[in-house]
């Protein structure tokens, strides 16, 4: 079974803070994903990486980075928090170059920028 | 606007009745994909549809993919309280090979 972990559950941070979000997958996939899921807003794409060191951005990078050093892990970085990034965050990963993608989650991490 | 329209966005219904939700679009896709996503858990993948027309059960779930690959929708029958959750559609977009997701169906089963 493909497992992705994220590596926290539940995050409460304070406005500016730095936070690192660490997402790990055991599959050896090459694509990985960041997401955040809003109420009525689904699912939107935050970045994506191909490959180490690869990275593209989604359709809301602004206010995040992210850093994919090794193959199985693929951070999301929020260099000064605001509130309204509070969010679910969701990381994906899927293998590389089918034209049927399946996506696998890891179980999110819930964050709350006070 | 969402490239792909769930609807309806909020269902609750009782044990024992049968229910359809819609994803739509008006662009075409080379796949198309459903999730149930339970709260605090990420999206679990159901089923995925490729041709046109396609119909794929799984136990009380029923997917069918639009004739033209812009729709699809997902029946269930006798719905239980496990079948509560968030479901989302999917789709790969035909040309770009971008994923999109829709806003989701949040649906409750009362015992």
């Known amino acids: 079974d493909v497992k992705v972990t994220q590596s926290s559950r539940y995050l409460v941070k304070r406005t500016g803070e730095k936070v690192f979000l660490e997402c790990v997958q055991d599959?050896?996939?090459?694509?990985m994903f960041w997401y955040r899921q809003d109420p009525g807003l689904g699912l939107r794409l935050i970045y994506f990486?191909?490959?180490?060191?690869?990275?593209e951005k989604g359709d809301i990078p602004e206010g995040y980075s992210v850093s994919r050093e090794k193959k199985e892990r693929f951070s999301l970085i929020l260099e000064s928090a605001s509130t309204n990034q509070t969010s679910m965050y969701l990381c994906a990963s899927s293998l590389w170059g089918r034209e049927v993608e399946t996506q696998y989650f890891g179980p999110g991490t819930r964050l709350l920028v006070l | 606007t969402q490239l792909l329209e769930q609807s309806p966005q909020f269902l609750s219904i009782q044990e024992g009745e049968n229910l359809t939700v819609y994803c739509n679009s008006s662009?075409?896709?080379?796949?198309l994909q459903w999730y149930r996503q339970e709260p605090g858990e990420g999206p679990v993948l159901l089923v995925t549809v490729v041709t046109g027309g396609e119909v794929k059960k799984l136990k009380r779930l029923t997917f069918q993919f639009g004739d033209a690959r812009k729709d699809s929708s997902l029946h269930i029958t006798a719905a239980q309280p496990g079948d509560t959750g968030l479901y989302l559609c999917a789709g790969l977009l035909y040309n770009n090979n971008d994923m999109r997701f829709g806003a989701g169906t949040r649906l409750t089963v009362k015992p």
């Open positions: 990486s191909y490959d180490v060191k690869m990275k």
């Open positions: 662009s075409v896709f080379s796949s």
């Open positions: 599959m050896d996939h090459e694509n």
